[in-house]
T-cell receptor
């Protein structure tokens, strides 16, 4: 069964460093998402991406964050200067349909980001 | 704005006992509702979804959930717990415009005791 793949599974970084979290969505999917879950808290939406541009973003997704689809398969989340509070599990998700029709979001296993 | 509340961050049941995981939602528009499960070191996997058709929704692995508008609830049940059901369960809501971000609850960790 097709799946969303995220790498690395665990990323440790120093405060102030840049990190790039990588995701390979399911190949025929059109909508891509990033969510995060701080330990003990809810899974929160960060950003959605469609047709090579951000379609929606939350207030969490400030100027320190950016997303990119550099080629036909990868979808990345970059944090420019990490803070301690960025430590969380980051989930990538994708769906196969365009606007106006519900489809299921398929999630990756997540990347645990630890900022020291 | 939409929100989800999952009562109980940790639920423990004996093998063979009824599983009941509670979810209440708040939505200003008719909602789509979902239950996802996360097994250790794996992604979030869809268990079942409510999309305004039948109020009793059956999912994978013997789970089902009932949409009750009057109670704004979407509780997840399974008649008989199995050891393999031990996982984290997330309730989520989205609106009817399609492909919008999911709003999740905090999750409930289910432990199954032999």
């Amino acid at each position: 069964e097709p799946e969303v793949t995220q790498t690395p599974s665990h990323q440790v970084t120093q405060m102030g460093q840049e990190v790039i979290l990588r995701c390979v969505p399911i190949s025929n999917h059109l909508y891509f998402y990033w969510y995060r879950q701080i330990l003990g808290q809810k899974v929160e939406f960060l950003v959605s991406f469609y047709n090579n541009e951000i379609s929606e973003k939350s207030e969490i997704f400030d100027d320190q964050f950016s997303v990119e689809r550099p080629d036909g398969s990868n979808f990345t989340l970059k944090i420019r200067s990490t803070k301690l509070e960025d430590s969380a599990m980051y989930f990538c998700a994708s769906t196969s349909r365009g606007q106006g029709k519900l489809d299921i979001q398929y999630f990756g296993a997540g990347t645990r980001l630890s900022v020291l | 704005a939409q929100s989800v509340t999952q009562l109980g961050s940790h639920v423990s049941v004996s093998e063979g006992a009824l599983v009941l995981l509670r979810c209440n939602y708040s939505s200003s528009v008719p909602p789509y509702l979902f239950w996802y499960v996360q097994y250790p070191n794996q992604g979030l996997q869809l268990l079942l979804k409510y999309t305004s058709a039948a109020t009793l929704v059956k999912g994978i692995n013997g789970f089902e959930a009932e949409f009750k508008k009057s109670e704004t609830s979407f509780h997840l049940t399974k008649p008989s717990a199995h050891m393999s059901d031990a996982a984290e369960y997330f309730c989520a809501v989205s609106d009817l415009s399609g492909n919008t971000p999911l709003v999740f609850g905090k999750g409930t960790r289910l432990s199954v005791i032999a």
